[in-house]
């Protein structure tokens, strides 16, 4: 390989599109500085005038958005709410099915033709 070219190599980052702080690689209690230090860093890093790499374009666009929703006071807090309301709901354990739809008699299926039977046995007791 010659000396002077640089291959591209893939830019990663942490966290899915959905998270915000993932996309920065900022904690969720940190400061507005740190999350501006932090965007700067990776702005410079993934400016597509600055840079070749693969994704590096993409990458650029995800952290602007990060960007704009954590620098933006009302944004910030609205979206750390939506966030903590998904991770409660993802908490909370299902109730457990219905005690007497768990056996096989009280299945309501079953229940109806004991039901029905019962009243054509019902029936043709009173047509004798």
């Not at 900022?26 to 965007?39: G, H, M, N, P, W």
Request: a positive charge; proline letters at 7%.
């Amino acid at each position: 390989m010659p000396t002077g070219t640089r291959t591209p190599r893939p830019i990663y980052i942490s966290g899915s599109e959905s998270d915000c702080y993932g996309i920065l690689g900022v904690d969720t209690l940190a400061d507005d500085e740190a999350v501006k230090k932090q965007y700067k860093k990776l702005a410079l890093l993934l400016h597509p005038d600055k840079t070749r790499l693969n994704g590096a374009e993409g990458a650029f666009k995800l952290v602007l958005d990060a960007w704009s929703l954590l620098s933006d006071k009302a944004k910030r807090v609205s979206y750390d709410h939506q966030k903590r309301k998904k991770k409660e709901k993802k908490s909370e354990p299902e109730p457990p099915p219905a005690a007497a739809a768990a056996t096989r008699e009280d299945h309501p299926k079953r229940r109806f033709k004991k039901t029905e039977k019962r009243a054509r046995q019902e029936e043709a007791g009173k047509a004798k």
